[in-house]
Protein backbone atom coordinates (compact mmCIF):
# COMPACT_ATOMS: atom_id res chain seq x y z
CA UNK A 1 0.00 0.00 0.00
CA UNK A 2 2.90 2.50 0.70
CA UNK A 3 6.34 1.86 -0.67
CA UNK A 4 9.50 4.20 0.99
CA UNK A 5 12.09 4.98 -1.35
CA UNK A 6 16.00 6.35 -1.05
CA UNK A 7 17.82 6.35 -4.44
CA UNK A 8 20.74 8.31 -4.67
CA UNK A 9 19.81 10.88 -2.10
CA UNK A 10 16.16 11.45 -3.47
CA UNK A 11 13.48 10.40 -1.11
CA UNK A 12 10.39 9.38 -1.89
CA UNK A 13 7.10 8.21 -0.09
CA UNK A 14 4.08 6.64 -2.49
CA UNK A 15 0.93 5.39 -0.78
CA UNK A 16 -2.33 4.57 -1.96
CA UNK A 17 -3.73 5.85 -5.53
CA UNK A 18 -2.44 8.58 -7.29
CA UNK A 19 -5.40 9.76 -9.03
CA UNK A 20 -8.62 10.71 -7.45
CA UNK A 21 -11.71 13.34 -7.94
CA UNK A 22 -9.37 16.05 -6.45
CA UNK A 23 -5.36 16.74 -6.48
CA UNK A 24 -4.00 19.23 -4.22
CA UNK A 25 -0.40 19.45 -5.16
CA UNK A 26 2.50 21.75 -4.05
CA UNK A 27 5.47 21.99 -5.88
CA UNK A 28 9.22 23.96 -5.75
CA UNK A 29 11.08 22.39 -8.84
CA UNK A 30 14.14 23.94 -8.53
CA UNK A 31 14.71 22.48 -4.59
CA UNK A 32 13.74 18.97 -6.54
CA UNK A 33 10.06 18.98 -3.88
CA UNK A 34 6.73 17.61 -5.19
CA UNK A 35 4.26 16.88 -2.93
CA UNK A 36 0.56 15.89 -3.54
CA UNK A 37 -2.92 14.74 -1.75
CA UNK A 38 -5.19 12.45 -3.78
CA UNK A 39 -8.86 12.86 -2.77
CA UNK A 40 -12.12 10.91 -3.54
CA UNK A 41 -15.56 11.56 -2.31
CA UNK A 42 -14.27 13.79 0.44
CA UNK A 43 -11.57 10.69 1.89
CA UNK A 44 -7.45 10.99 1.28
CA UNK A 45 -7.04 7.69 -0.97
CA UNK A 46 -3.17 8.52 -1.55
CA UNK A 47 0.19 10.62 -1.61
CA UNK A 48 2.99 10.93 -3.01
CA UNK A 49 5.94 12.94 -1.69
CA UNK A 50 8.96 13.28 -3.30
CA UNK A 51 12.72 15.04 -2.22
CA UNK A 52 10.59 16.47 0.70
CA UNK A 53 8.93 13.81 3.24
CA UNK A 54 7.96 15.19 6.49
CA UNK A 55 4.68 14.08 7.65
CA UNK A 56 4.97 10.75 5.19
CA UNK A 57 4.06 8.85 8.75
CA UNK A 58 0.66 11.02 9.51
CA UNK A 59 -0.19 10.92 5.70
CA UNK A 60 -0.16 7.44 5.39
CA UNK A 61 -2.11 6.46 8.20
CA UNK A 62 -4.79 9.13 6.86
CA UNK A 63 -4.46 7.16 3.63
CA UNK A 64 -5.06 3.86 5.71
CA UNK A 65 -7.67 5.11 7.74
CA UNK A 66 -9.23 6.63 4.76
CA UNK A 67 -9.36 10.09 6.82
CA UNK A 68 -12.18 12.80 5.55
CA UNK A 69 -10.32 15.76 4.85
CA UNK A 70 -12.19 19.62 3.84
CA UNK A 71 -9.14 21.37 3.16
CA UNK A 72 -6.15 18.89 1.06
CA UNK A 73 -3.48 22.03 0.52
CA UNK A 74 -3.89 22.74 4.41
CA UNK A 75 -3.45 19.20 4.98
CA UNK A 76 -0.38 18.87 3.58
CA UNK A 77 1.39 21.46 4.95
CA UNK A 78 0.35 20.73 8.61
CA UNK A 79 1.47 17.41 7.94
CA UNK A 80 4.73 18.76 7.15
CA UNK A 81 5.08 20.01 10.31
CA UNK A 82 3.95 16.87 12.00
CA UNK A 83 5.97 14.42 13.44
CA UNK A 84 5.88 10.80 14.01
CA UNK A 85 4.30 11.58 17.72
CA UNK A 86 1.48 13.16 16.58
CA UNK A 87 0.42 10.52 14.88
CA UNK A 88 -3.09 8.07 16.37
CA UNK A 89 -1.98 4.79 18.72
CA UNK A 90 -3.14 2.58 15.80
CA UNK A 91 -0.24 3.66 13.02
CA UNK A 92 1.86 1.63 12.38
CA UNK A 93 5.49 2.45 12.63
CA UNK A 94 7.13 -0.08 12.02
CA UNK A 95 6.52 -2.17 8.88
CA UNK A 96 8.93 -5.03 9.21
CA UNK A 97 7.30 -6.38 12.72
CA UNK A 98 3.80 -5.25 12.31
CA UNK A 99 4.43 -2.50 15.55
CA UNK A 100 1.78 0.51 15.91
CA UNK A 101 2.52 3.46 17.71
CA UNK A 102 0.20 2.89 20.94
CA UNK A 103 2.16 -0.14 21.49
CA UNK A 104 5.65 1.64 21.88
CA UNK A 105 4.14 4.72 23.90
CA UNK A 106 2.93 1.82 25.98
CA UNK A 107 6.49 -0.19 26.38
CA UNK A 108 7.13 3.71 28.38
CA UNK A 109 4.36 4.90 30.06
CA UNK A 110 3.15 0.78 31.61
CA UNK A 111 6.21 -1.35 30.64
CA UNK A 112 8.97 0.79 32.42
CA UNK A 113 11.12 1.45 29.69
CA UNK A 114 12.82 4.47 29.31
CA UNK A 115 15.11 4.77 26.38
CA UNK A 116 14.77 3.84 22.35
CA UNK A 117 16.79 0.67 22.67
CA UNK A 118 14.76 -0.62 25.47
CA UNK A 119 12.08 -0.13 23.72
CA UNK A 120 13.26 -1.71 20.61
CA UNK A 121 14.45 -5.10 22.56
CA UNK A 122 10.63 -5.42 23.88
CA UNK A 123 8.62 -4.34 20.83
CA UNK A 124 11.12 -5.71 18.36
CA UNK A 125 10.20 -2.54 16.78
CA UNK A 126 13.66 -1.39 14.25
CA UNK A 127 14.92 -4.39 14.63
CA UNK A 128 14.29 -5.68 10.96
CA UNK A 129 15.59 -3.20 8.20
CA UNK A 130 16.03 -0.45 10.62
CA UNK A 131 14.27 2.36 8.39
CA UNK A 132 11.58 3.41 11.09
CA UNK A 133 14.91 3.69 13.61
CA UNK A 134 13.73 7.72 13.56
CA UNK A 135 10.52 7.44 13.90
CA UNK A 136 10.76 5.14 17.46
CA UNK A 137 13.33 7.26 18.82
CA UNK A 138 10.92 10.38 18.58
CA UNK A 139 7.79 8.80 19.70
CA UNK A 140 9.65 7.60 22.63
CA UNK A 141 11.30 10.72 23.46
CA UNK A 142 7.59 12.04 22.95
CA UNK A 143 5.98 9.54 25.49
CA UNK A 144 9.33 9.88 27.96
CA UNK A 145 8.92 13.57 28.07
CA UNK A 146 12.76 14.01 26.66
CA UNK A 147 15.57 11.81 25.76
CA UNK A 148 18.74 12.01 27.83
CA UNK A 149 21.57 11.56 25.91
CA UNK A 150 22.16 7.77 26.41
CA UNK A 151 25.75 6.38 25.01
CA UNK A 152 25.63 3.19 21.89
CA UNK A 153 25.92 0.53 25.33
CA UNK A 154 27.52 -2.61 24.02
CA UNK A 155 26.44 -3.83 26.90
CA UNK A 156 23.09 -1.97 28.17
CA UNK A 157 22.85 -3.93 31.14
CA UNK A 158 25.97 -2.96 32.54
CA UNK A 159 25.50 0.10 30.86
CA UNK A 160 29.24 -0.32 29.09
CA UNK A 161 30.21 0.64 25.96
CA UNK A 162 32.53 -0.34 23.66
CA UNK A 163 35.39 1.91 24.41
CA UNK A 164 34.96 1.07 28.10
CA UNK A 165 35.36 -2.63 27.64
CA UNK A 166 37.94 -2.59 24.74
CA UNK A 167 40.19 0.03 27.58
CA UNK A 168 39.56 -2.59 30.17
CA UNK A 169 40.42 -6.29 27.93
CA UNK A 170 43.39 -4.10 27.44
CA UNK A 171 44.47 -3.27 30.75
CA UNK A 172 43.80 -6.55 32.27
CA UNK A 173 44.74 -8.48 29.81
CA UNK A 174 41.60 -10.35 29.12
CA UNK A 175 41.85 -13.29 26.93
CA UNK A 176 37.88 -14.66 26.72
CA UNK A 177 34.17 -13.40 27.06
CA UNK A 178 34.31 -15.60 30.50
CA UNK A 179 37.09 -13.20 31.78
CA UNK A 180 35.41 -10.00 30.54
CA UNK A 181 32.32 -11.08 32.53
CA UNK A 182 33.90 -11.75 35.94
CA UNK A 183 35.66 -8.35 35.55
CA UNK A 184 32.59 -6.28 34.38
CA UNK A 185 29.72 -8.38 34.96
CA UNK A 186 28.56 -7.43 30.77
CA UNK A 187 26.81 -10.60 29.37
CA UNK A 188 25.13 -12.64 31.82
CA UNK A 189 21.92 -10.96 32.72
CA UNK A 190 20.04 -10.66 29.14
CA UNK A 191 22.91 -12.32 26.79
CA UNK A 192 22.14 -10.35 24.12
CA UNK A 193 25.45 -9.08 24.01
CA UNK A 194 27.43 -12.05 24.00
CA UNK A 195 28.49 -12.20 20.37
CA UNK A 196 29.40 -8.30 20.73
CA UNK A 197 31.98 -9.40 23.33
CA UNK A 198 32.96 -12.24 21.75
CA UNK A 199 34.14 -10.22 18.55
CA UNK A 200 35.95 -7.67 20.60
CA UNK A 201 37.69 -9.98 23.04
CA UNK A 202 38.72 -11.55 18.61
CA UNK A 203 39.48 -8.25 17.95
CA UNK A 204 41.24 -6.90 20.57
CA UNK A 205 43.27 -9.64 21.30
CA UNK A 206 44.49 -10.03 17.79
CA UNK A 207 42.62 -13.32 17.04
CA UNK A 208 44.88 -14.67 19.84
CA UNK A 209 42.25 -14.55 22.19
CA UNK A 210 40.45 -17.90 23.95
CA UNK A 211 37.29 -19.05 22.00
CA UNK A 212 34.48 -19.83 23.90
CA UNK A 213 31.92 -21.24 21.79
CA UNK A 214 28.65 -20.54 23.60
CA UNK A 215 28.97 -16.65 23.62
CA UNK A 216 28.83 -17.20 19.50
CA UNK A 217 25.35 -16.68 17.42
CA UNK A 218 24.63 -20.29 16.28
CA UNK A 219 25.79 -19.41 12.87
CA UNK A 220 29.42 -18.97 14.20
CA UNK A 221 29.51 -22.42 16.08
CA UNK A 222 28.28 -24.86 13.22
CA UNK A 223 29.50 -22.50 10.75
CA UNK A 224 26.48 -22.35 8.66
CA UNK A 225 23.58 -20.10 8.05
CA UNK A 226 20.54 -21.19 10.30
CA UNK A 227 17.32 -21.03 7.69
CA UNK A 228 13.47 -20.50 9.10
CA UNK A 229 12.94 -24.35 9.60
CA UNK A 230 16.30 -24.89 11.85
CA UNK A 231 18.28 -25.91 8.86
CA UNK A 232 21.03 -24.60 7.84
CA UNK A 233 22.95 -22.91 4.39
CA UNK A 234 26.65 -23.84 3.11
CA UNK A 235 28.49 -21.54 0.69
CA UNK A 236 31.83 -22.98 0.10
CA UNK A 237 34.31 -20.15 -0.85
CA UNK A 238 34.74 -19.27 -4.54
CA UNK A 239 37.65 -16.29 -4.70
CA UNK A 240 36.09 -13.23 -6.95
CA UNK A 241 33.11 -15.48 -8.03
CA UNK A 242 35.35 -17.88 -9.90
CA UNK A 243 34.76 -21.02 -10.05
CA UNK A 244 35.81 -24.63 -11.77
CA UNK A 245 34.58 -27.63 -13.85
CA UNK A 246 35.65 -30.00 -10.97
CA UNK A 247 34.27 -27.51 -8.15
CA UNK A 248 31.03 -27.54 -9.95
CA UNK A 249 31.40 -31.19 -10.29
CA UNK A 250 32.03 -31.72 -5.98
CA UNK A 251 29.11 -29.10 -5.23
CA UNK A 252 26.77 -30.86 -7.52
CA UNK A 253 27.54 -34.20 -6.06
CA UNK A 254 27.31 -33.53 -2.50
CA UNK A 255 23.72 -31.77 -3.53
CA UNK A 256 22.62 -34.90 -5.08
CA UNK A 257 24.64 -37.28 -2.22
CA UNK A 258 22.68 -35.28 0.59
CA UNK A 259 19.58 -34.65 -0.97
CA UNK A 260 20.19 -30.61 -0.33
CA UNK A 261 16.29 -29.01 -1.50
CA UNK A 262 17.78 -25.75 -3.08
CA UNK A 263 20.95 -24.86 -5.06
CA UNK A 264 20.88 -21.15 -5.27
CA UNK A 265 22.84 -18.88 -6.92
CA UNK A 266 23.38 -15.96 -4.79
CA UNK A 267 23.81 -12.02 -5.26
CA UNK A 268 27.49 -12.10 -4.01
CA UNK A 269 28.15 -14.67 -6.85
CA UNK A 270 28.41 -17.88 -4.97
CA UNK A 271 26.38 -21.08 -4.64
CA UNK A 272 24.16 -21.57 -2.21
CA UNK A 273 23.30 -25.14 -0.81
CA UNK A 274 19.89 -24.67 1.24
CA UNK A 275 18.12 -26.69 3.68
CA UNK A 276 21.30 -28.58 4.72
CA UNK A 277 21.32 -30.78 8.35
CA UNK A 278 23.03 -29.56 11.20
CA UNK A 279 24.67 -33.31 11.68
CA UNK A 280 25.30 -32.80 7.97
CA UNK A 281 27.71 -30.35 8.01
CA UNK A 282 31.15 -32.01 8.39
CA UNK A 283 30.80 -34.53 6.11
CA UNK A 284 29.57 -32.05 3.32
CA UNK A 285 32.61 -29.67 3.78
CA UNK A 286 34.45 -33.02 3.66
CA UNK A 287 33.46 -33.72 -0.02
CA UNK A 288 33.26 -30.13 -1.42
CA UNK A 289 37.43 -29.73 -0.25
CA UNK A 290 36.67 -25.95 -0.08
CA UNK A 291 37.14 -23.46 2.31
CA UNK A 292 34.58 -21.68 4.08
CA UNK A 293 32.55 -18.70 2.43
CA UNK A 294 31.55 -17.14 5.50
CA UNK A 295 28.46 -16.28 4.30
CA UNK A 296 27.12 -16.90 7.71
CA UNK A 297 29.24 -14.69 9.85
CA UNK A 298 29.94 -11.03 10.30
CA UNK A 299 33.14 -10.95 8.64
CA UNK A 300 34.49 -10.89 4.92
CA UNK A 301 31.81 -12.55 2.92
CA UNK A 302 32.35 -12.13 -0.78
CA UNK A 303 33.68 -9.87 -3.38
CA UNK A 304 31.88 -10.03 -6.28
CA UNK A 305 33.65 -9.17 -9.59
CA UNK A 306 33.15 -8.78 -13.00
CA UNK A 307 35.87 -9.97 -16.18
CA UNK A 308 37.38 -7.06 -16.35
CA UNK A 309 40.05 -6.75 -18.86
CA UNK A 310 40.51 -11.20 -19.21
CA UNK A 311 37.49 -11.07 -21.87
CA UNK A 312 35.57 -8.01 -21.60
CA UNK A 313 35.98 -5.60 -24.70
CA UNK A 314 35.46 -2.73 -22.30
CA UNK A 315 37.37 -3.58 -19.23
CA UNK A 316 40.11 -0.69 -18.38
CA UNK A 317 41.85 -2.82 -14.98
CA UNK A 318 41.98 -6.84 -13.87
CA UNK A 319 38.77 -6.79 -11.61
CA UNK A 320 38.94 -10.73 -11.16
CA UNK A 321 42.95 -10.38 -10.05
CA UNK A 322 42.20 -7.57 -7.75
CA UNK A 323 38.86 -9.20 -6.24
CA UNK A 324 40.57 -12.66 -6.01
CA UNK A 325 43.56 -11.03 -4.29
CA UNK A 326 41.24 -8.94 -1.70
CA UNK A 327 39.42 -12.02 -0.72
CA UNK A 328 42.86 -13.97 -0.31
CA UNK A 329 43.69 -11.23 1.39
CA UNK A 330 40.94 -10.64 3.74
CA UNK A 331 38.98 -14.32 3.91
CA UNK A 332 38.81 -15.66 7.29
CA UNK A 333 38.23 -11.86 9.48
CA UNK A 334 35.60 -11.18 11.63
CA UNK A 335 34.17 -7.79 11.16
CA UNK A 336 31.59 -5.96 12.99
CA UNK A 337 28.55 -6.62 10.59
CA UNK A 338 29.09 -8.46 7.14
CA UNK A 339 31.05 -6.94 4.57
CA UNK A 340 30.46 -7.30 0.89
CA UNK A 341 32.32 -6.47 -1.09
CA UNK A 342 32.64 -5.97 -5.32
CA UNK A 343 35.41 -4.81 -7.68
CA UNK A 344 34.55 -3.24 -11.10
CA UNK A 345 36.86 -3.19 -14.59
CA UNK A 346 35.22 -0.43 -16.14
CA UNK A 347 32.98 2.89 -14.56
CA UNK A 348 29.79 0.49 -16.25
CA UNK A 349 30.56 -0.79 -13.03
CA UNK A 350 28.69 -4.40 -13.68
CA UNK A 351 29.85 -6.06 -10.20
CA UNK A 352 27.84 -3.16 -8.18
CA UNK A 353 31.06 -2.47 -6.86
CA UNK A 354 29.66 1.22 -5.94
CA UNK A 355 26.94 0.11 -3.69
CA UNK A 356 29.04 -2.12 -1.09
CA UNK A 357 30.96 -2.07 2.16
CA UNK A 358 34.06 -1.68 0.38
CA UNK A 359 34.18 -1.25 -3.80
CA UNK A 360 36.91 -0.67 -6.30
CA UNK A 361 36.28 0.48 -9.96
CA UNK A 362 38.99 0.92 -12.70
CA UNK A 363 38.77 4.02 -14.20
CA UNK A 364 41.54 5.77 -17.23
CA UNK A 365 44.66 5.75 -15.29
CA UNK A 366 44.11 4.02 -11.78
CA UNK A 367 41.40 2.50 -9.75
CA UNK A 368 38.59 4.39 -7.80
CA UNK A 369 38.09 2.90 -3.78
CA UNK A 370 35.04 3.40 -2.28
CA UNK A 371 33.24 2.46 1.23
CA UNK A 372 30.39 2.39 2.43
CA UNK A 373 27.44 1.96 0.03
CA UNK A 374 24.42 -0.06 0.41
CA UNK A 375 22.13 -1.75 -2.00
CA UNK A 376 19.62 -3.35 1.08
CA UNK A 377 16.87 -1.82 3.28
CA UNK A 378 18.67 1.45 2.46
CA UNK A 379 20.50 2.24 -0.67
CA UNK A 380 23.63 4.77 -0.43
CA UNK A 381 26.52 5.56 -3.05
CA UNK A 382 29.49 4.64 -1.20
CA UNK A 383 31.86 7.40 -0.88
CA UNK A 384 35.36 7.48 -2.73
CA UNK A 385 37.94 7.13 0.23
CA UNK A 386 40.90 7.48 -2.71
CA UNK A 387 41.28 7.36 -6.40
CA UNK A 388 44.92 5.95 -7.15
CA UNK A 389 46.95 4.94 -9.73
CA UNK A 390 47.78 1.29 -9.52
CA UNK A 391 46.23 -2.32 -8.62
CA UNK A 392 48.72 -2.69 -5.16
CA UNK A 393 47.55 0.89 -4.25
CA UNK A 394 43.76 0.12 -4.52
CA UNK A 395 44.30 -2.85 -2.68
CA UNK A 396 46.17 -1.34 0.58
CA UNK A 397 43.89 1.36 1.01
CA UNK A 398 40.97 -0.57 1.05
CA UNK A 399 42.77 -3.16 2.97
CA UNK A 400 43.20 -0.11 5.43
CA UNK A 401 40.08 0.93 5.63
CA UNK A 402 39.05 -2.43 6.25
CA UNK A 403 40.88 -2.60 9.28
CA UNK A 404 39.97 0.73 10.74
CA UNK A 405 36.05 -0.20 10.16
CA UNK A 406 37.09 -3.58 12.33
CA UNK A 407 38.46 -1.03 14.82
CA UNK A 408 36.30 1.47 15.16
CA UNK A 409 32.71 0.29 14.46
CA UNK A 410 29.82 -1.02 17.19
CA UNK A 411 29.24 -4.30 16.53
CA UNK A 412 26.00 -4.57 13.80
CA UNK A 413 27.28 -1.18 12.95
CA UNK A 414 27.71 -1.13 8.99
CA UNK A 415 29.97 0.70 6.73
CA UNK A 416 27.24 2.55 5.74
CA UNK A 417 26.09 3.98 9.09
CA UNK A 418 30.02 3.83 9.81
CA UNK A 419 30.97 6.04 7.61
CA UNK A 420 28.61 9.12 8.44
CA UNK A 421 29.03 8.62 12.16
CA UNK A 422 32.56 9.12 12.19
CA UNK A 423 33.06 11.76 9.24
CA UNK A 424 34.36 10.59 5.37
CA UNK A 425 36.90 13.07 5.97
CA UNK A 426 38.81 11.82 9.26
CA UNK A 427 38.22 8.35 7.93
CA UNK A 428 40.46 9.45 4.92
CA UNK A 429 43.27 11.22 6.97
CA UNK A 430 43.64 8.38 9.20
CA UNK A 431 43.03 5.84 6.24
CA UNK A 432 45.45 7.57 4.03
CA UNK A 433 48.11 9.18 6.44
CA UNK A 434 51.09 7.45 6.35
CA UNK A 435 51.73 6.14 9.77
CA UNK A 436 48.23 5.76 10.87
CA UNK A 437 47.36 3.75 7.60
CA UNK A 438 50.98 1.76 8.30
CA UNK A 439 49.68 1.05 11.53
CA UNK A 440 46.35 -0.42 10.83
CA UNK A 441 47.41 -2.93 8.17
CA UNK A 442 50.07 -4.20 10.55
CA UNK A 443 47.51 -5.12 13.34
CA UNK A 444 45.50 -6.53 10.32
CA UNK A 445 48.50 -8.66 9.48
CA UNK A 446 49.06 -9.93 12.51
CA UNK A 447 44.79 -10.89 12.86
CA UNK A 448 44.94 -12.23 9.51
CA UNK A 449 48.00 -14.97 10.56
CA UNK A 450 45.85 -16.34 13.47
CA UNK A 451 42.94 -17.10 10.95
CA UNK A 452 42.22 -20.83 10.30
CA UNK A 453 39.54 -22.32 7.92
CA UNK A 454 36.22 -23.16 10.56
CA UNK A 455 35.72 -25.75 8.25
CA UNK A 456 38.69 -27.86 9.40
CA UNK A 457 36.56 -28.07 12.42
CA UNK A 458 34.76 -31.37 10.80
CA UNK A 459 38.35 -33.48 12.01
CA UNK A 460 38.79 -31.07 14.99
CA UNK A 461 35.50 -30.48 16.32
CA UNK A 462 35.28 -28.11 19.79
CA UNK A 463 33.34 -30.48 21.28
CA UNK A 464 31.62 -34.00 20.18
CA UNK A 465 28.10 -32.70 19.62
CA UNK A 466 29.45 -29.66 18.32
CA UNK A 467 27.06 -30.97 15.21
CA UNK A 468 24.61 -32.88 16.78
CA UNK A 469 21.92 -32.71 19.30
CA UNK A 470 21.27 -35.52 21.76
CA UNK A 471 18.85 -38.11 19.98
CA UNK A 472 21.78 -38.47 17.36
CA UNK A 473 24.65 -40.61 17.53
CA UNK A 474 27.82 -38.14 18.72
CA UNK A 475 29.66 -38.96 15.31
CA UNK A 476 26.13 -37.84 12.92
CA UNK A 477 24.33 -39.52 10.48
CA UNK A 478 21.30 -40.05 12.89
CA UNK A 479 17.65 -39.56 12.25
CA UNK A 480 16.73 -35.78 11.12
CA UNK A 481 14.98 -33.87 14.44
CA UNK A 482 14.02 -30.96 12.20
CA UNK A 483 11.38 -28.37 13.56
CA UNK A 484 9.56 -26.18 11.76
CA UNK A 485 6.68 -23.77 12.55
CA UNK A 486 3.63 -25.16 15.07
CA UNK A 487 0.83 -25.45 13.13
CA UNK A 488 -1.58 -22.40 12.64
CA UNK A 489 1.45 -20.13 13.08
CA UNK A 490 1.16 -17.07 11.21
CA UNK A 491 4.16 -16.06 9.10
CA UNK B 1 12.09 -38.37 35.60
CA UNK B 2 13.58 -39.22 31.94
CA UNK B 3 16.98 -39.97 31.60
CA UNK B 4 18.24 -37.16 29.31
CA UNK B 5 21.91 -37.58 28.90
CA UNK B 6 25.33 -37.59 30.31
CA UNK B 7 26.64 -33.97 32.13
CA UNK B 8 29.23 -33.90 29.31
CA UNK B 9 26.75 -34.04 26.56
CA UNK B 10 25.74 -30.56 26.60
CA UNK B 11 28.66 -28.42 26.38
CA UNK B 12 29.10 -25.35 28.86
CA UNK B 13 26.76 -22.47 28.21
CA UNK B 14 25.12 -24.05 25.62
CA UNK B 15 21.89 -26.15 24.86
CA UNK B 16 20.90 -29.32 22.99
CA UNK B 17 17.52 -30.86 21.84
CA UNK B 18 16.52 -33.99 22.80
CA UNK B 19 12.94 -36.19 22.34
CA UNK B 20 11.68 -37.33 25.87
CA UNK B 21 8.71 -39.62 26.05
CA UNK B 22 7.39 -38.12 22.12
CA UNK B 23 8.12 -34.82 23.24
CA UNK B 24 10.96 -32.77 21.97
CA UNK B 25 12.89 -30.87 24.33
CA UNK B 26 15.79 -28.08 24.92
CA UNK B 27 18.09 -28.96 27.89
CA UNK B 28 20.04 -25.89 28.77
CA UNK B 29 23.47 -25.72 30.72
CA UNK B 30 24.48 -22.84 31.88
CA UNK B 31 27.37 -21.38 33.44
CA UNK B 32 25.01 -21.31 36.74
CA UNK B 33 22.91 -24.24 36.52
CA UNK B 34 20.82 -26.89 33.95
CA UNK B 35 17.26 -26.07 32.69
CA UNK B 36 15.01 -27.33 29.79
CA UNK B 37 12.30 -26.18 28.30
CA UNK B 38 9.78 -26.71 25.14
CA UNK B 39 12.32 -27.18 22.40
CA UNK B 40 10.32 -24.99 20.07
CA UNK B 41 9.58 -20.99 20.15
CA UNK B 42 5.98 -20.69 19.91
CA UNK B 43 6.23 -17.57 17.34
CA UNK B 44 7.75 -19.50 14.47
CA UNK B 45 9.42 -22.86 15.10
CA UNK B 46 12.67 -21.73 16.47
CA UNK B 47 15.06 -24.64 17.55
CA UNK B 48 15.64 -22.59 20.94
CA UNK B 49 18.56 -25.09 21.79
CA UNK B 50 20.41 -23.20 18.96
CA UNK B 51 20.03 -19.80 21.18
CA UNK B 52 22.22 -17.95 22.78
CA UNK B 53 21.94 -18.73 26.65
CA UNK B 54 23.10 -16.81 29.70
CA UNK B 55 22.50 -17.04 33.13
CA UNK B 56 18.91 -17.49 33.33
CA UNK B 57 17.77 -16.85 30.07
CA UNK B 58 17.61 -18.51 26.15
CA UNK B 59 17.30 -15.91 23.15
CA UNK B 60 16.00 -18.06 20.17
CA UNK B 61 18.00 -17.93 17.29
CA UNK B 62 15.48 -17.07 14.47
CA UNK B 63 13.73 -13.49 15.63
CA UNK B 64 15.58 -13.02 19.13
CA UNK B 65 12.62 -13.83 21.62
CA UNK B 66 13.73 -14.21 24.84
CA UNK B 67 12.82 -17.07 27.30
CA UNK B 68 13.52 -17.32 31.23
CA UNK B 69 15.26 -20.66 31.42
CA UNK B 70 14.00 -21.01 35.00
CA UNK B 71 9.67 -20.84 34.41
CA UNK B 72 9.45 -19.86 30.29
CA UNK B 73 8.09 -16.85 30.52
CA UNK B 74 8.77 -15.09 27.53
CA UNK B 75 11.18 -11.81 28.60
CA UNK B 76 10.53 -9.48 25.31
CA UNK B 77 7.01 -10.24 23.92
CA UNK B 78 4.71 -13.10 23.23
CA UNK B 79 3.54 -16.80 24.40
CA UNK B 80 6.08 -18.31 26.65
CA UNK B 81 7.22 -22.19 26.98
CA UNK B 82 6.61 -24.97 29.15
CA UNK B 83 9.11 -25.22 31.57
CA UNK B 84 10.46 -28.65 32.64
CA UNK B 85 12.81 -29.56 36.20
CA UNK B 86 15.57 -30.79 35.79
CA UNK B 87 17.92 -32.91 38.13
CA UNK B 88 21.52 -33.94 37.68
CA UNK B 89 22.57 -37.30 39.28
CA UNK B 90 26.41 -37.61 39.56
CA UNK B 91 27.72 -37.35 35.80
CA UNK B 92 23.54 -38.28 34.23
CA UNK B 93 21.23 -35.42 33.80
CA UNK B 94 17.66 -36.53 34.25
CA UNK B 95 14.37 -34.32 33.11
CA UNK B 96 10.90 -34.41 35.01
CA UNK B 97 8.35 -33.33 32.01
CA UNK B 98 5.92 -30.35 33.20
CA UNK B 99 2.63 -30.70 31.84
CA UNK B 100 2.00 -30.23 28.55
CA UNK B 101 0.92 -26.76 28.46
CA UNK B 102 -2.61 -25.58 26.92
CA UNK B 103 -2.46 -23.12 24.09
CA UNK B 104 -4.61 -20.06 23.85
CA UNK B 105 -7.48 -20.45 20.92
Known sequence: MSATLKVAGIDLVCAGEAVGDHEAVVTDASSGVYRKLTVRDGRIIGAVLLGDTRGSEALVAAVRAGDLVDDPLKALSDASLAGPADLPDSAQICDCNGVCKGVLMAAVTDGGCATPREVMAVTRAGTGCGSCRPAVIEIVAAAAGGLSDEPAYLCPCRKQTREQLAARIREDGLQSVSEVAAACATGRECGVCKPALAYLVSEVCANLHQEERDARFINDRVHANIQRDGTFSVVPRMYGGVTTPDELRRIADVADRYEVPLVKVTGGQRLDLLGVRKQDL?????????????????????????????????????????????????????????????????????????????????????????????????????????????????????????????????????????????????????????????????????????????????????????????????????????????????? | MNYACLVDDVPLGEGRAITLAGRQIAIFRSSTAWYALDAICPHLGGPLADGIVCDRAVICPLHERRFDLATGEALSVGEGVAAHAVEVRGDRVYVALAEPQRRAA
Not at chain 1, 318 to 338: C, Q, R, S, V, Y
Not at chain 1, 379 to 387: F, G, N, P, S
Open chain 1, 282 to 491: PDIWRELGMPSGHAYAKAVRTVKTCVGTDFCRFGLGDAIGLGIEMEKLWEGLHTPHKVKSGVSGCPRNCAEATVKDIGCVAVEGGWQVRAGGAAGGNVREADIIATVQTRAEALRVATTFLQYYRENAEYKERTYDFIPRIGLETVREIVLGEQTGAALRERLRIAKAAVRDPWLERDDPYHPRQFSDLDEPEEGAGEPALVGPPAGAEL
